[in-house]
Structure formats: structure tokens, C-alpha cells
């Protein structure tokens, strides 16, 4: 199975770096050098990587100079891993939240849609009696996390999984 580790920035000074924009929570395990990625069917083998400026500089051995670098901007980078692995941190895959049924004081109210990868922090999209509502996924909104059991355990607040009974409230 294949899981999005980060997106291809701009190239980085004349050796052929790139700025990489993270998309998973075990960058020195994705990023270490000698790991592979996948890049447009193409496998870029990381030759060094350091932090700049919030990004990640990474340069790949068959990336030997900026114009080379130039032409993989925009490229999703992906990698493989063992579909009944989890990460190692207390971390989930996207796959694995996915489709756990939401519990509210106990009580199921729907679904886990997706999860949305926004720049401030990710979200959750559920569907909650029909209608798709996105939830902050941080530890003061979603408490708990049980794969296992196919749950995952929303605190509600005003108007957070309803937000029309918020609007009202106003």
C-alpha cells in the first residue's frame, strides 16, 4: 500500500535540493538518507536532507543539479508500506481512520469520511446523520482513537457537529 509522505517544492540552490513539503509524522524514518521514494513511478534514493525554514532540503542521488530538480516540482512522494503496519508513535495512517464509526458520550453518530490535511492542523470529515462536518482531529475534540474496535470518540461542543444549531444560538 502506498501512503503520501510529502510534496515537492521548489529546487533549492544549484545542486539540485528541493524543498519538501512534509506530509507524514516519521520524516527521519522517510527522509534518512539511503531511504527511497516513489515520484512519478520513479524510486529518488535521499542523498541528504536538513530542515530550512519549515520545509525540508532534500537531495536525491539521481538528482544531480537544479534543472533536474526543476523538473520533479509539484511531484507527490509516496512510499510503500505493509498494509497492517501502524505508525510507531501513537500516530494513525489516514486508511486506518477512515470509516471508524464517531461516538459522542458513547453514542454512535456516524462515520469517519477522511482526513483532510489543512496547514494548521489536520481535520476530520464525518458524516454525521447525513451531513459531512469537519472536526479539528487534536486531543480536546477527539479524545480517543480505537482502531481496534472501530471507534473514535468526538467531545461535543456547541454547534460542532451540528453547525446549524450554532447559527441558531447567535
Known amino acids: ?12 540552490g544549484i545542486r539540485g ?39 525540508l532540503l532534500v537531495h536525491f542521488k539521481q538528482l544531480p543539479d537544479r ?5 520533479h516540482q509539484g511531484c507527490i512522494l509516496e512510499v510503500d508500506v505493509d498494509e497492517n503496519a501502524s ?15 464517531v461516538l459522542v458520550d458513547g453514542q454512535p453518530r456516524g462515520k469517519v469520511l477522511d482526513v483532510l490535511h489543512l496547514p ?5 470529515l464525518l458524516d454525521i446523520a447525513g451531513a459531512e462536518v469537519q472536526v479539528p482531529f487534536v486531543e480536546a475534540l477527539v479524545s ?19 453547525p446549524s444549531a450554532a447559527d441558531e444560538a447567535r
Open 120 to 124: 494548521a492542523h489536520d481535520s476530520l
Open 67 to 71: 534543472t533536474a530538480a526543476e523538473a
Open 87 to 101: 505508525p510507531e508513535d501513537g500516530t494513525f495512517y489516514d486508511r486506518q481512520l477512515r470509516g471508524l464509526t
Open 17 to 55: 535540493d528541493l524543498a519538501i513539503d512534509v506530509r507524514t509524522d516519521e520524516p527521519d524514518k522517510r527522509f534518512a538518507v539511503g531511504a527511497s521514494v516513489l515520484c512519478r513511478h520513479t524510486t529518488l534514493t535521499v542523498a541528504s536532507a536538513r530542515p530550512h525554514q519549515g520545509k
Open 144 to 162: 480517543e482513537v480505537d482502531v481496534e474496535s472501530g471507534t473514535l470518540t468526538v467531545v461535543d461542543r456547541p454547534g460542532l457537529l451540528d
Open 1 to 12: 500500500m502506498r501512503v503520501v509522505v510529502g510534496r515537492v517544492g521548489r529546487a533549492h
